[in-house]
């Protein structure tokens, strides 16, 4: 909503510089987002009255005077000799400009100064400063009617200068999107009175009701409609002042009658519509009726701005008995449009149901000042006002006659609204205590009428223009605002101790990060909504928006891999070779409807190490290996104990080689792999991309984050190493099954220490070698003891695995 | 043998102990004086020879001289073990040390962090809620009803997930549904915060993402006023962006509360922006309605809540100027927090 500050004034009185009324105005609740300042002649030049002149002290050629300027008085010295007291004269106050000379540079800014030791609050000006004429003789001296303290430019008839502010108007004030509206404001927080136009219409000629009729066929959708007609106008272009006041705030003029709707319902805030009378259609009885009725389904309509709309049951329409003329509430038609031809104009002013201008509205994609206004909330009320004042309105600017009275269609005005508010709950709500008389005085100042008043509280009877007003939180919310929140006690943090079951998970995914970054992996956090392209990477269920913005974020992510995959892509072209990250964030099935679920992801490409200026691996890239052992030591480091994992017989996409990682044998926990060569060809990954993905909510539920202390070994341990061929086929996991098996007596530990394929190890072999770690808690252990329980297991392995065991 | 024979071996043996000069020599001087056939064992060996009388000084002198030359041997030992340990080259310390990367945590993780861990200080604690919501929780509940312009404004993103459900499933909005979520499993006092992400339809520019990451508070008690949600609002932010931030209230409009503020804050950042007051957080007074509608008795029980976004926290802080760069996470980003 746009308004300018001299609007502002027609209604209300206030002294405030334009950036008081604006940081007023945004303490109030109405932010203002945008001050423009339309320079106007002769800015900061008033008309002043000359009360003394005396003698400057020590200057003869000078005088010492004292003038009015409209607010008070000031001394002046100067320097002209053609005038005396009682003369008007063009004052130019401290702070303003002259008007700029051709050839100047800078305009000549007047300020406070001492003129021969004495100072001078302002300057009086001569025809020739003011740029008006080349005599600079002596002062500029006004007709004797001059209005002291009136602004120059408007004494000279002249545009005066003015500021626009854009407002933010939130939704639940619409009598806020209105001049009056916000002039209401002001006058509460003054106190100074709000200022309606006087609006008196001449008795007509004819009665109205000879000329028109409505006829409401939907209530409930219009429940007021008002027509008004004036007979035998000229359109033709807005006066200065209408086309002005329009242009300031954007809008554009269109011509006298139309200009007069849209003013008044900038200044009230009620849409108006102006039909040209002659081009209704006749009933019957030979007048025009005007029927607001629902849209026949399909039919078809042609709006002002030429667009032929189609129709459902559920929009409204405004018709004569022939055909539709009008978009209830949101655009007229073309049928009935004002225009140079015009001489009769039937005036509507009505009340329609918020919830259908908006459908309306959103339905067609057309929104308008008007709909923009019905769909907030109008004023009922308001209806017959307005109409009214834009009959007023269109004697003054166009000519012609009205007709007496109004066809007022309003058949069950709203019983008024009534709330009470009990000053103690404004005491406990805002944490101050706020008198009593004050509470109501606010309240009274905003137009809400006090019905009953008592010492603990007050009822008061809401205006129908105040749609947001239910109930007492709300009036003490205009108490707090008129208060002033700023002058509300802010009180230290107190009370109650929170609990939430949460609280102690989000501390457990702050630790699943904070490893993880210690693990040298950095934590991304990557895009919820992906591409179905992307998610064709992971299998499954995925769950699609209805109304998503775009094709390539139609889905939410079933998996965190496709986003890692882009981050990697984005980074690789970049020239970031080297890319370790996690992402730890919700995963979205449909699954029975939808299942939203934590996850954990790690993705590696790049180099293991950061670069190094010598040794042979500097350049060694990463392997599955780095990414199992990122996992294990996290799993472990974090609690959860009985990973394993097993290999896929086939390649799933998006791996080319992945394994499932199970929990306990049962419970799938995740998967890791290395992503298919020909998927990272597509992403631009050059080297080996090593991917995983974990269930977090199952870690979460799964972790046992209880520490408990073992004391030390007191007694040594002895080592045994094993090297031995076994198939290729043979995985590390069954050589430590047949140990496991075996449970050999005093045995701490088995450590796998090598691997080996190649010279004098048989194609289809490998040598695989371990340390078998034997300790007793309770005593040092014999070589013979350890030898038997070592030979036992050395013989299981040739049994079970059919290994050759190395010297 | 003479006790006078004693004194001169020793000079001997010191002397040709630290002459070695490497410990191949000084091997060899050992084995000459300390060794089984060496000089100095000999003389210990005619002891014997000396009278009775004599003895216990002599081998209490020749202990001792015995004692000496081991310590010297030790020590020209060390010396020697240290000299052969040296580098041949002297290290150049200016090369560059071999690194073990750390990873960073995200900044808007790292934000997040700062603000749970200020508001853990005054009693909040963490709660959470699905980002799949109903339209209850997201809306009805918080008194938007749904014709509610205000639903407008929050471009909503539905999904596509026919089936059993009753209600119609969007991606949340904002963080509030946590507020009824909570609300309707727990009675009062309530004191909770919940970070998460919220969706909103609005395409991506450098201060819009489809999906952003919010925080809400949500303290319900008896006798909670304004008073001390500002008390509140000002030492957490104060906490977050230093002591010499101010902070005003500006009545507003949030279904969900009443009265409603929007919180502005200024700082010699903002003003450096060339600003006066930078919008950065809503919040009011929980509407009498929304305690209706869990179920919790408005004249017994106030409370506040307020809201407001990570991203834009973080980007006041760091002096981030594109939202994008959060979502991108370029390592050389996320490398610098």
């Avoid at chain 1, 700029?100 to 020739?128: A, D, N, Q, W, Y």
């Avoid at chain 1, 026949?296 to 049951?313: H, I, S, V």
């Avoid at chain 1, 939180?473 to 939430?500: F, H, M, W």
């Avoid at chain 1, 530990?749 to 394929?757: A, G, H």
């Amino acid at each position: 909503m746009k308004v300018t500050l001299n609007w502002l004034k027609q209604y209300v009185g206030f002294d405030w510089t334009p950036e008081e009324l604006r940081e007023r105005l945004t303490m109030l609740g109405l932010e203002v987002e945008g001050m423009q300042k339309l320079g106007g002649e002769f800015e900061g030049i008033v008309v002043a009255e000359v009360l003394t002149r005396d003698k400057h002290p020590n200057a003869d050629k000078l005088s010492l005077c004292r003038v009015a300027d409209g607010k008070g008085e000031r001394q002046i010295v100067c320097g002209a000799q053609n005038f005396k007291p009682g003369d008007k004269v063009p004052l130019i106050l401290p702070g303003a400009s002259l008007p700029p000379k051709p050839g100047e540079k800078e305009p000549f800014t007047i300020k406070v100064g001492k003129i021969r030791g004495v100072e001078s609050h302002g300057m009086l000006c001569s025809p020739k400063e003011l740029g008006l004429s080349d005599d600079a003789q002596g002062l500029l001296i006004l007709p004797p009617a001059a209005k002291v303290g009136q602004p120059f430019a408007e004494h000279l008839g002249r545009a005066a200068g003015d500021v626009v502010y854009d407002l933010e108007i939130t939704p639940n004030r619409p009598d806020l999107n209105s001049v009056i509206g916000i002039a209401r404001e002001i006058s509460a927080v003054t106190g100074n009175p709000l200022r309606l136009p006087d609006v008196k219409l001449p008795d007509g000629g004819d009665r109205v009701e000879k000329w028109v009729a409505v006829r409401l066929e939907d209530p409930e959708l219009c429940a007021r409609y008002a027509a008004r007609v004036v007979r035998g106008v000229r359109v033709g272009p807005s006066p200065d002042w209408l086309r002005q006041t329009l242009e300031k705030v954007g809008v554009r003029s269109i011509s006298n009658v139309v200009d007069v709707t849209n003013y008044v319902m900038l200044e009230i805030g009620q849409p108006l519509h102006a039909f040209d009378y002659h081009l209704l259609g006749k009933g019957q009885s030979g007048t025009p009726t005007i029927v607001v009725r629902r849209a026949g389904e399909g039919e078809k309509f042609t709006t002002l701005d030429g667009q032929e709309r189609a129709l459902t049951t559920q929009n409204l329409l405004i018709a004569d008995e022939t055909k539709a003329i009008a978009l209830a509430g949101v655009m007229g038609g073309q049928n009935t449009e004002i225009n140079e031809k015009t001489v009769d104009v039937l005036i509507e002013s009505a009340w329609f149901k918020p919830q259908n201008i908006r459908a309306t509205s959103k339905r067609l994609e057309l929104r308008t000042e008007s709909s923009y206004r019905f769909e907030r909330g109008a004023d009922i009320r308001i209806c017959d006002w307005a109409s009214c004042r834009a009959a007023q309105l269109i004697l003054e600017t166009a000519g012609g006659e009205l007709l007496a009275g109004v066809v007022d269609a309003f058949p069950v005005p709203p019983a008024p609204k009534e709330i009470q508010l009990r000053h103690r709950k404004t005491d406990e709500l805002l944490g101050v205590a706020i008198p009593p008389a004050e509470s109501v005085k606010h309240l009274r100042r905003l137009g809400l009428e006090m019905i009953k008043e008592a010492a603990d509280a007050c009822t008061v009877r809401v205006p129908t223009f105040r749609v947001d007003l239910k109930r007492e939180a709300d009036l003490i919310e205009e108490v707090a605002r008129l208060y002033g929140v700023d002058k509300i006690p802010a009180t230290s943090p107190r009370g109650a101790i929170g609990a939430n079951v949460f609280d102690a998970v989000h501390d457990h995914i702050a630790e699943a990060r904070r490893l993880l970054t210690g693990l040298g992996l950095s934590e991304a956090q990557g895009q919820t909504l992906v591409s179905s392209e992307s998610a064709k990477l992971v299998t499954g269920d995925v769950l699609a928006l209805e109304n998503p913005l775009s094709a390539d974020m139609n889905l939410l992510r079933p998996s965190l891999i496709p986003g890692l995959l882009d981050m990697l892509r984005h980074n690789l072209h970049r020239k970031n070779d080297d890319v370790a990250l996690f992402e730890l964030g919700r995963v979205f099935r449909k699954e029975n409807g939808v299942r939203e679920q934590r996850n954990v992801a790690f993705a590696l490409t790049g180099r293991r190490q950061p670069g190094f200026w010598t040794g042979d691996d500097r350049e060694a890239t990463y392997d599955i290996f780095d990414l199992k052992g990122i996992l294990e030591e996290f799993l472990e480091q974090f609690g959860v104990r009985g990973a394993n994992y097993a290999r896929r017989a086939e390649a799933v996409s998006p791996y080319i080689e992945s394994a499932v990682i199970q929990l306990g044998g049962k419970l799938i926990l995740g998967e890791i792999g290395q992503l298919s060569p020909l998927l990272a060809k597509r992403c631009d990954l050059r080297d080996r991309v090593l991917i995983a993905e974990l269930n977090l909510d199952m870690l979460l539920a799964r972790r046992k984050s209880e520490k408990s202390f073992k004391p030390l070994p007191a007694f040594p341990s002895i080592r045994r190493d094993v090297a031995m061929i076994v198939p290729e086929s043979t995985p590390h996991e069954s050589v430590l099954n047949t140990v496991k098996k075996l449970k050999p007596a005093n045995l701490e530990r088995v450590d796998l220490f090598d691997v080996f394929r190649g010279q004098n190890i048989p194609p289809g072999q490998k040598s695989m070698a371990y340390a078998f770690t034997y300790r007793n808690p309770e005593r040092t252990l014999t070589d013979e003891e350890v030898n038997a329980a070592h030979e036992k297991v050395i013989e299981q392995f040739r049994k079970e695995l059919q290994a050759t065991i190395r010297d | 043998m003479a006790l006078d024979q004693i004194e001169p071996l020793k000079q001997a043996a010191l002397a040709e102990l630290t002459a070695a000069e490497d410990l191949k020599a000084l091997e060899q001087a050992k084995v000459n004086y300390l060794g089984a056939h060496g000089k100095f064992t000999a003389l210990l060996k005619s002891l014997g020879a000396l009278p009775k009388e004599d003895r216990p000084a002599a081998g209490k002198l020749i202990n001792q001289v015995k004692t000496e030359l081991e310590a010297a041997l030790s020590s020209r030992r060390e010396e020697l073990e240290l000299k052969a340990a040296m580098p041949k080259e002297a290290t150049d310390f200016t090369l560059p040390g071999r690194r073990r990367a750390l990873g960073k945590l995200h900044p808007l993780t790292q934000v997040t962090e700062d603000i749970v861990r200020v508001f853990r200080k005054i009693g909040f604690v963490v709660a959470d809620g699905p980002e799949i919501e109903d339209e209850w929780h997201c809306f009805d509940a918080l008194n938007t009803p749904a014709d509610h312009p205000a639903r407008d404004t929050q471009d909503t993103f539905y999904v596509d997930a026919a089936g059993e459900e009753t209600s119609r499933q969007l991606l949340r909005t904002h963080t509030s549904s946590v507020q009824i979520r909570v609300m309707e499993r727990q009675p009062p006092p309530i004191r909770i915060i919940a970070p998460g992400r919220v969706y909103r339809r609005d395409n991506a520019d450098a201060t819009h993402n489809p999906t952003f990451q919010q925080i809400e508070g949500l303290y319900v008690g008896k006798g909670v006023t304004v008073g001390d949600l500002k008390g509140t609002v000002e030492f957490v932010f104060k906490q977050l962006l230093g002591d010499e931030v101010t902070i005003r209230f500006r009545p507003h409009y949030f279904s969900y509360t009443e009265p409603s503020f929007e919180i502005d804050f200024s700082s010699p950042l903002v003003r450096k922006m060339g600003k006066d007051w930078l919008e950065i957080a809503g919040c009011g007074m929980v509407h009498p309605q929304v305690f209706e509608n869990v179920g919790y008795d408005p004249e017994v029980w106030t409370g506040w809540a307020f809201g407001f976004g990570i991203e834009r926290v973080a980007m006041i802080r760091y002096g981030i100027n594109d939202i994008r760069l959060f979502y991108e996470n370029d390592v050389r980003f996320l490398e610098q927090f």
